[in-house]
């Protein structure tokens, strides 16, 4: 074995060093493209000393072998004899560990060799390691020579040029050969994930459907027997069909609570559902803000007053007659739940203000109504605050959570169900808007606040014609 010097190359050489060069790039980093380029430039350079023969083997880091990748001017079963080489086997192999160009005048003759000649042709073997532009080996490059070819050092050192230039190619191919496999593997993947998302989102729409027809259908066949139970409880407690003695009162008036604690969670449980099926149909129309305050307290007055409880209102002038598009028996809902939670968490003797005023709120950003005529104000908040028990920090999101109750009520006042402010929340977000709850802890009292936005509902009284236009059905979905 011979060892290629490293000396000056010789003018000739760069030249064809720079042919080689424009070749390869042209060969878009095939293989089989490259070991012909290579072979025509280097056979007609040395037409006594190369025959038109040779072989690219690359690393595959996997294996940790170097497999045949391209082959020229072998007998096929030298070729299929030469699959792979381990890393050190052959002159090849050594080549590529080595980092050097090795020749060996009579390969075919030595007994490491005698493996791959099959055929018994009397050559010699050069062979070039291969590196990449970042100097890493990635394989070897065998050119066959004539029996005692003698090549000269300046010659030994332009094919170790030649080495550096196929490999950076071959190594750029391999790397972008495997990019483009990994993009196409990612694609596979996006497209498998996509199926199986629509085919998911199929299904849970089904059974979104299901449950909320399901719901539906229930809370009918329950609510029927349920107001029954409730209606019956009444009459017999107005003492129409004869007095009642004590214990019989009591028992009465437990079954018209629990009766009326069961109506509360079956229509909330439905409306929950129905929000959350994306079914909820919407009316929405013109809604003066001083019209839904004051439905509002009506329905929480008289409990209010029950529990010496005082009732404020906070509506300046330029919130009063503005006028909000939205469904008024949702938002009547959404206020009626933080009412009637304000007196439930509140002692007797407190208070609880009902307000509302013009605000500006980042989270909630104004829409533009386009044609609409509509000038735009800004949001509306409308809160509710009390003096009740207050509610700690940790508990101030996940009393919105599905059924999450920090305290079932005070002493003497109906339980409810942990489903109002989920639902209320959801409510106010069908609108656009936002619902949350700021408190300083345990009995600082509290304060809801829901904030709509601009697009959503805001309108300076408008005229008569522009307010029928308003009215309109919104499927959410
Ligand atoms: P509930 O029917 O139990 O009132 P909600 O979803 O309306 O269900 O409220 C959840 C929980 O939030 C309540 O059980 C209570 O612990 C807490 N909460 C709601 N409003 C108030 C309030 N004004 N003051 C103190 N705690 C409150």
Known sequence: ?????????????????????????????????????????????????????????????????LLLVAHRGHPKIV??????????????????????????PRA??????????????????????LFSSQEDPVGAIHLVTEPDMKPDPSFLNFLDKVGRILG?????????????????????????KEKRISELSMALEHAKRA?????????HELRTPLNAVIGFSQVLQED?????NEKQKQYVADILDSGKHLLALINDILDLSRVEAGVMEMELALLRISRLFQSSLTMIREKAAKHGIHLEVDLPENVRDLEIVAEERKLKQVLFN??????????DGGTIRLGARLIHDPLVPPDHVPDSGMETLGCVEIFVSDTGIGIEKEDQERIFD??????????????????????????????????WVESNGKNQGCRFALVLPVGACVIPAASAASRKRGKSSVRHG
């Not at 075919?108 to 390691?129: A, V, Y």
């Not at 950076?168 to 498998?192: G, K, N, P, V």
């Not at 933080?338 to 002692?347: I, M, P, Y």
């Open 168 to 192: 950076a190619f071959l190594s750029e191919s391999i790397r972008m050969r495997s990019m483009e496999d990994y993009i196409q593997d990612l694609l596979a993947d996006i497209l498998h």
């Open 108 to 129: 075919s003759r030595e007994s490491w060799h005698l493996p791959h000649t099959p055929d018994g042709r009397e050559h010699g073997d050069l062979c070039i390691p």
């Open 211 to 219: 449950k909320s027809d399901f719901l539906a259908s229930m809370s």
């Open 79 to 104: 070729a299929a004899c030469s699959q792979s080489l381990s890393p050190g086997q052959c002159l090849c192999g050594a080549a590529a560990v080595e980092g050097r160009v090795l020749y060996s």
């Open 240 to 244: 129409y069909f004869g007095d009642l």
């Open 402 to 435: 599905d059924f999450y109750q920090v305290r079932r009520g005070l002493s003497g006042k109906t339980p409810g169900t942990g489903l109002g402010l989920p639902l209320a929340r959801r409510l106010v977000a069908v609108h656009g808007g936002r619902l």
């Open 338 to 347: 933080l009412l009637s939670n304000a007196v439930k968490f509140t002692g």
């Open 1 to 65: 074995m011979n060892t290629g010097m490293k000396s000056e190359l010789p003018p000739g050489f760069a030249d064809e060093l720079c042919k080689l060069t424009m070749a390869c790039a042209r060969s878009g980093g095939n293989p089989e493209t490259l070991l012909d380029t290579a072979l025509e430039i280097l056979v007609a350079m040395n037409r006594k000393g190369l025959r038109h023969a040779g072989a690219i083997f690359l690393f595959d880091p996997q294996q940790e072998k």
